[in-house]
């Protein structure tokens, strides 16, 4: 069985051919990054031109790559929520008009699911898991019990994960997308030097939750103390020494090992006798973080689990699984399913 999967839902244009046996036979992908870089984040209306422009000429290369036919294609899947909905609409008509040509089933993929399942394409995991779903539009502790049964035990009540790191790579002048730069510069610097807040920590109402707006306005004032004003009103990037943005860099990125940490803890891991912890989405990409959950989960007896770097980030191969396990399962979708902004996985 193959499934060709198109994502399309953020800024990446990507298809992939993903087959029965875990076999990824095709994976291709254009990163609009370039063109949303001067903004420091992504245009919606931009995104979805852009992946209107390339997403045919994608198709033909991921299928020339697995050396295949539209014929071979047993089934098409397309993110069609949650995300910008020009470019979900864009991927995911694309994928019921072929569903529809070739007369074989549409499958509509919800992009959490795809992230919390890639690690069953990439390695050998099965339910229940522990899933830290940190991405650029999300932030979540899962249980995922089973395929499709999803229960959510906590969320970011502001920004993202993904976001924060953006925001305070942006706010050092630092290109978009921000984490991996956050990420690099963070290993020269001294993660003891500035002692960031860690929100929500002492909330009972908030046990599995995570803000982040403040500690990213901490960051902010650490700034400004630094370079000794205000610079909201400054139109050219903050000037500040290569050693204090790695320690910021540092310290940031320490204090959110400390909160990821800490939320999980509160998971009540023994209830559930859970032995997998799955970290996904792109912020998952973080060496980083990952040491420091495997160096946590070891307490709990729990082998922790993160996609390859390639596989974190917004792909296509992690959507065309998703279609394999529906597919699988004989579950699909009509012609008719409506694209979804939002989507909650449980
Ligand atoms: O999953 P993703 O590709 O798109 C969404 O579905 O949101 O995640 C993109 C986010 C961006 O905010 C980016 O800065 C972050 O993942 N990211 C990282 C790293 N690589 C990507 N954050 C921290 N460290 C990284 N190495
Ligand atoms: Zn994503």
């Known amino acids: 069985m193959k499934i060709l999967g198109i994502e399309t839902s953020c800024d990446e244009t990507a298809v992939a051919i993903v087959d029965g046996e875990k076999k990824i036979l095709a994976n291709v992908l254009n990163s609009q990054i370039d063109l949303h870089q001067k903004y420091g984040g992504v245009v919606p209306e931009l995104a979805a031109r852009s992946h209107i422009e390339v997403l045919d000429s994608l198709i ?47 499958i509509a993929v919800n992009h959490l699911e795809a992230h919390a399942l890639t690690t069953r394409l990439t390695s050998d995991v099965s339910f229940p898991y522990l899933l830290l779903l940190i991405s650029g539009g999300h932030c979540q502790i899962i249980l995922a019990k089973n395929f499709g049964d999803y229960q959510k035990l906590g969320e970011t009540i502001d920004d993202a994960l993904g976001e924060a790191f953006d925001k305070v790579a942006q706010m050092l002048g630092l290109p978009y997308p921000g984490g991996p730069h956050v990420e690099n510069l963070a290993k020269n610097g001294d993660e003891k ?51 204090d943005k790695a320690d910021i860099c540092a310290s940031f990125q320490r204090v959110v090992c400390e909160i990821l940490i800490s939320r999980l803890t509160n998971a009540n891991l023994s209830e559930f006798n859970l032995k997998s912890l799955v970290i996904a989405g792109g912020v998952a990409a973080n060496r980083y973080i990952l040491s420091a959950l495997q160096k946590w989960a070891q307490d709990f007896d729990m082998a922790v689990f993160a996609p390859p770097i390639k596989f974190c980030t917004d792909n296509a191969a992690m959507v065309a699984w998703v279609g394999v396990e529906k597919f699988q399962r004989g579950i699909f979708d009509d012609i008719n399913f409506k694209p979804k902004a939002r989507w909650n996985l449980s």
Request: proline residues 5%.
């Open 193 to 243: 030097r500035f002692n960031f807040p860690r929100p929500l920590l002492n909330s009972k109402d908030h046990l599995c939750d995570f803000s982040f707006s403040g500690l990213k306005t901490a960051v902010r004032r650490e700034i400004e103390k630094l370079i000794g004003e205000d610079f909201s009103h400054l139109t050219s990037p903050v000037k500040i020494l290569a050693q």
């Open 60 to 106: 033909l290369e991921a299928l020339r790559e697995a050396k295949l036919d539209f014929g071979d294609i047993d089934a098409f899947a397309a993110t069609s929520g949650p995300g910008l909905i020009g470019g979900v609409i864009v991927g995911m008509m694309a994928a019921k008009t072929l569903a529809s040509v070739f007369k074989k089933p549409f």
